[in-house]
């Protein structure tokens, strides 16, 4: 068993739908990170969190330390966030534990 | 620079052959990561620097994997007579300083395949 797992690990959505994508780790963390992947592979942090939620833009981010869970809300869904959402996790040192990624993909 | 930058982009070569990829991080960044993503996988951790620290090699997959970083900025990570399950994204990420609640900025990758 993974980490890290994530789910689901594909999502289509229709364009303007509401999507969450969950991360679940089974490691005592310091920091979750949320990651986006574009085709061709170019990483961009999203979100980095310790507790609580977070909130930029469209992106939602909220963790619950005790159940060792966070998802990724993702409001008025538009084609050009269409990528790969990656979670990753700091276990007290500078390595990532990195989930596999969910492939979303958002219709016009 | 503006964000971390690698190069190539993209790279074909031939079995058996020698590669070197390169990193450059973020001006003033002290820690530096490289990663590797196989087609379909995670992300899996190859090599970490920390200003002069020796680095931790630990996610090495073969002797064939080296990393250097010179000057305490720019890395090459060399891959020795490849193989073709070295075909993947090479990813190179750096951060301000290391821990676990620094914020890690990533580049674009260098697409390796190897035919």
């Known amino acids: 068993k993974n980490e890290v797992e994530q789910s689901p690990q594909n999502l289509t959505a229709q364009e303007g739908e509401f999507i969450t994508i969950n991360c679940s780790y089974s490691v005592g963390i310091s920091a979750l990170h949320w990651l986006q992947q574009h085709p061709g592979g170019g990483i961009v942090s999203l979100f980095m969190l310790s507790s609580g939620k977070k909130k930029h833009g469209r992106l939602i981010a909220t963790i619950n330390i005790q159940e060792k869970h966070s998802s990724l809300h993702i409001t008025a869904s538009h084609p050009r966030d269409s990528a790969v959402y990656i979670c990753?996790?700091?276990?007290?040192?500078?390595?990532?534990?990195f989930g596999t990624g969910t492939r979303l993909k958002v219709l016009a | 620079g503006a964000g971390v930058s690698q190069s190539p982009s993209n790279k074909v070569t031939e079995k058996g052959k020698d590669v070197e990829l390169r990193c450059d991080p973020i001006?003033?960044?002290?820690?530096l990561y490289w990663y590797r993503q196989s087609l379909g996988q995670g992300l899996e951790f190859l090599i970490y620097f920390q200003g002069n620290s020796a680095p931790d090699k630990s996610g090495l997959p073969s002797d064939r994997f080296s990393a250097e970083r010179t000057g305490g900025s720019v890395s090459t990570l060399t891959i020795q007579r490849t193989q073709q399950e070295d075909s993947a994204v090479y990813l190179c990420a750096s951060s301000l300083m290391a821990g676990a609640n620094t914020e890690a900025f990533f580049g674009q990758g260098t697409r390796l395949t190897v035919v």
């Open positions: 001006s003033g960044h002290t820690a």
């Open positions: 990753a996790v700091n276990s007290g040192t500078y390595k990532y534990i």
